[in-house]
C-alpha cells in the first residue's frame, strides 16, 4: 500500500536562480496525481527533491514520520527504497539487456539468490507486456518498450511511491494512452502512490486522482481533478484547455503589456469544456483511491461543465455510477461495458505483444 507525501514550505534555488518556493501540498497515499506546469517551472526537480536526489533550500518533505531534507545518509539511503522511479528516458544501461536492467536494483540492494531474482523480474516485465523482450538491448527496442522497461525496473523492489517522470516524452499519441493504461492498472494492482510529471494534457484530464499546477516559482493549486478541471483561476483554465489566452507566453510569462493588450481587446478565454470520464482499469475494477464521478463537484457545490462525465457512447457516469458499482460487487450483474473495453475511457482489450513495437 502506498505512503502519503506531505510537503511543507519547501523552496528551492540555483544560486540567485529561485525554482520555486513555499511549495505546501499533501499527495494522497494510494492514489495517482499528476504535476503539470510549463516548461522550466522546475517539476523534475520537485521530483528530485522528493526522492533525496536535490536538498531544498528550506521546508520539510514528510514520508510517515521521516523529514527527508533532515535525515543522515544512511536513513536517507533507507528511505529511498520506499520509491521507484521512471526516468524521462527510461536511464536503461544501454550495455545490458532489459532483464539485466530490471534486474540491476535486486543485485544491488538485496541479498536475493539469482532464482529469486529471476522469479520477481519476470513478474515485472509481466505486469508491463515485456515478456518475451527480456533478452532484447535498449537499442534494439522502441521508445515505448523503453518506458515500460524503466517502469518495470522501478516497481522491482515493490516500492510504496513511484515518481514518473514525463511518461510520454518522445512517444506518439497511441503508446502514450497505452502506457497511461499500464500506469492505471498497476495503481489497483500494488496500491503505490503515484506521482507524474506531465505535459500531455489528455493524461492530465483523464488519468489523475489529483492535479498540481507550478507557475512562476509558486504551486497555484492542488487538489482534486475535478476541482482543477472546473476551476476558473486563469493558469489553470489556460494550461489544461491549451489555451493562448491567459498569463502563460511563449517566456514563462506574458509581460505585462501583452496582458494589457489582450484585455483591451476582449478576448473570451471560452466556455470550460467538458470534464471527461475517468480512465478505469482494463479489467473494470475499482481503484482503492478513485472517486465517484461528480462527488468533489457536489460536495462542494460546483456545477461542471455542460455535458462532463459523458462518454463516448452518451451515459452519463454520474449517473451511471452506482449501478456500475453494484455490478461490479461480488455477486453483481453484468459490469456496463462498451464497445472497447470497461467504462470509460476504451482502453484496449489485449495488452501489445512485446515485440510489437509499442
Known sequence: MGVEIRVEGLTKSFGRQTIWQDVSLTVPAGEISVLLGPSGTGKSVFLKSLVGLLK???GHIWIGDRDLP?????????????????????????????????????REHT?????????????????????????????????????????????VLDPEILLVDEPDS??????????????????AEIGATFLI??????TARTVPDNIGLLFLRKLVMFGPREMLLSSEEPVVRQFLNARTVGPIGMSEEKDLSELEA????????GKLPPIPPQLMTSDGRIRAGQHAPGAWCAAHGVTPPPSS??????????QEWPRYVASMAPGGGPALRG???YFPGSPPTERPEAGAGH
Open 309 to 318: 462525465f459523458v462518454d463516448d457512447l452518451g451515459r452519463n457516469w454520474v
Open 111 to 155: 541479498r536475493k539468490t539469482e532464482s529469486a531474482v529471476k522469479r520477481i523480474v519476470m513478474e515485472k516485465l509481466e505486469l508491463v507486456g515485456l515478456i518475451g523482450a527480456e533478452k532484447k538491448l535498449p537499442g534494439e527496442i522502441s521508445g515505448g518498450m523503453k518506458k515500460r522497461a524503466g517502469l518495470a525496473r522501478a516497481l
Open 262 to 269: 489582450e484585455a483591451k481587446l476582449g478576448h473570451d478565454p
Open 339 to 341: 464497445p472497447g473495453g
Open 70 to 106: 533532515k535525515l543522515r545518509e544512511s536513513k536517507l539511503y533507507e528511505t529511498r527504497k520506499l520509491f521507484g522511479v521512471l526516468f524521462q528516458d527510461g536511464a536503461l544501461f544501454g550495455s545490458m539487456n532489459l532483464f539485466d536492467n530490471v534486474a540491476f536494483p535486486l
Open 170 to 187: 518522445g512517444l506518439d499519441p497511441v503508446r502514450t494512452a497505452l502506457l497511461n493504461q499500464t500506469m492505471v492498472d498497476l495503481n
Open 197 to 202: 510529471v506531465t505535459h500531455d494534457i489528455n
Open 56 to 58: 531544498p533550500d528550506r
